[in-house]
T-cell receptor, first 115, second 108 residues
Framework: GAGVSQSPSNKVTEKGKDVELRCDPI?????LYWYRQSLGQGLEFLIY????????KSGLPSDRFSAERTGGSVSTLTIQRTQQEDSAVYLC?????????????FGQGTRLTVV | QKEVEQNSGPLSVPEGAIASLNCTYS??????FFWYRQYSGKSPELIMF????GDKEDGRFTAQLNKASQYVSLLIRDSQPSDSATYLC????????FGKGTTLSVSS
């Protein structure tokens, strides 16, 4: 596609339910990032995939959060047993890499509301 | 823990003035430095990147990098009301880490 695509755009879920958020990066981009942005806050780094290397999971806030990237393309962020504090916009970005003038392009985000 | 620090603001400047946005980072191994702009309710978009010490100019924007001081700044000349947004500093060593952003308000 022309840009980074995320789905769904909005998700309302009940506390305790599991949710899956999807990111389809720009074709050919080897790097993929997930961020969380709470209302009025900055971008909190969650996880980073680069090619076939092991992902950098250092930003995942708890073991309820996991992510995978299949075939070096589409990524899914899974949140198990959702809590109200998980409510936020989840942003995905992709780039050709991380060095020099590599620009990360963002998707439109998934707004998650846990009720 | 790699950190990127920014003053949250708000920074208020009159139209036509120079806006100065600052950022410090903790990881001396950081290689590339970016400024993103985020309008309310929208996703971030890249304004500039810099990876060598010194200044880099692009139109009304100038990015400044001082690796010895672990400091990055963004100057916006002739500020316009349309520049009102949150400006995010981002740094890479491996992953792309963002600061919390500085909110800029330009009054007409």
């Amino acid at each position: 596609g022309a840009g980074v695509s995320q789905s769904p755009s909005n998700k309302v879920t009940e506390k305790g339910k599991d949710v899956e958020l999807r990111c389809d990066p720009i074709s050919g981009h080897t790097a993929l990032y997930w961020y969380r942005q709470s209302l009025g806050q900055g971008l909190e780094f969650l996880i980073y995939f680069q090619g076939n290397s092991a992902p950098d999971k250092s930003g995942l806030p708890s073991d309820r959060f996991s992510a995978e990237r299949t075939g070096g393309s589409v990524s899914t962020l899974t949140i198990q047993r959702t809590q109200q504090e998980d409510s936020a916009v989840y942003l995905c970005a992709s780039s050709f890499g991380t060095s020099g003038d590599t620009e990360a392009f963002f998707g439109q985000g998934t707004r998650l509301t846990v009720v | 823990q790699k950190e990127v620090e920014q003053n949250s603001g708000p920074l208020s400047v009159p139209e036509g003035a120079i806006a100065s946005l600052n950022c410090t980072y903790s990881d001396r191994g950081s290689q590339s430095f970016f400024w993103y702009r985020q309008y309310s309710g929208k996703s971030p978009e890249l304004i500039m990147f810099i990876y060598s010490n010194g200044d880099k100019e692009d139109g009304r924007f100038t990015a400044q990098l001082n690796k010895a001081s672990q400091y990055v700044s963004l100057l916006i000349r002739d500020s316009q009301p349309s520049d009102s947004a949150t400006y995010l500093c981002a740094v890479t060593g491996t992953a792309l880490i963002f600061g919390k952003g500085t909110t800029l308000s330009v009054s007409s």
